[in-house]
């Protein structure tokens, strides 16, 4: 789809879509993004900020995330290090106020960045703040366009995620105004979700199941408290932290 195409879709508030590229595409229109990364990237922000600290996503896990990490004064991620910081969310509630981290992720920091590099406002919502972070953009500038992550196959192609489907039906629900069809139909999800178990769901999906292997059961239960955060993360300046009680992030 060409700018001049999205130019014309200017009759909904709120829209939907998936990755990097819908990112993009999404950028030219909306004033505001909400990327939704809910196992883990997003909820880790959540865990970090909620603690008063400072989160730099970083699109690489490579030998420059170190060294961006040391030009901004913070700790970078490290999932071999359990006394370190990572993508955990729980190593993350050890932080404390003020304290800085670099937190790479192909999907999460990557769209985040994409959103940030176009211009448009960054917000960060999982399963935790989502209704925090509706009720604050609920006063902002429309449209509004909310990104589901994803994750990534062997390949590196997209592979659209039920967490992040959740997630982003999670916000979009509480949004105000117009939807486009896609973001119904994830609202939609979302509502028929609430007649089941959040938290089953999100250990039998695949992401799910992968960490639970890999021993971060506890993240996944975190990342599947509903409602249970007031804290709404704000990309300014490359760096998320917390909104406090602004009421327009454009």
Not at 170 to 180: H, K, N, Q, T
Request: hydrophobic fraction near 40%; include cysteine; glycine fraction near 10%.
């Amino acid at each position: 789809m060409t700018a001049a195409d999205w130019d014309k879709r200017d009759d909904f508030d709120v829209r939907f879509e998936w990755g990097a590229a819908g990112t993009v595409a999404l950028a030219l229109q909306a004033r505001v993004m909400v990327v939704v990364d809910v196992l883990r990237f997003t909820t880790a922000v959540e865990a970090a900020v909620s603690r008063g600290a400072i989160v730099y996503p970083y699109r690489w896990r490579d030998r420059s995330a170190a060294a961006f990490a040391s030009s901004v004064g913070a700790v970078l991620a490290d999932e071999s290090d359990p006394s370190r910081p990572s993508l955990s969310p729980s190593s993350l509630c050890r932080l404390g106020a003020g304290e800085a981290v670099v937190l790479p992720s192909p999907n999460g920091s990557t769209c985040a960045a994409l959103a940030d590099e176009a211009g448009t406002a960054v917000v960060a919502s999982c399963l935790r703040n989502a209704s925090a972070v509706a009720g604050w953009l609920n006063n902002s500038a429309r449209p509004v366009g909310v990104i589901a992550c994803g994750e990534r196959r062997p390949d590196g192609s997209l592979r659209p995620c039920l967490e992040d489907l959740l997630g982003a039906g999670a916000v979009i629900s509480r949004l105000r105004g117009s939807r486009s069809p896609e973001a119904d139909s994830a609202a939609a999800v979302w509502e028929a979700a609430l007649d089941h178990d959040v938290t089953t769901k999100l250990r039998e999906c695949e992401s799910g199941r992968e960490l639970q292997a890999k021993g971060h059961g506890d993240d996944v239960a975190y990342a599947g408290e509903v409602g249970t955060s007031t804290v709404v993360p704000v990309l300014m300046g490359g760096r998320f932290t917390c909104a406090g009680e602004a009421s327009d992030p454009t």
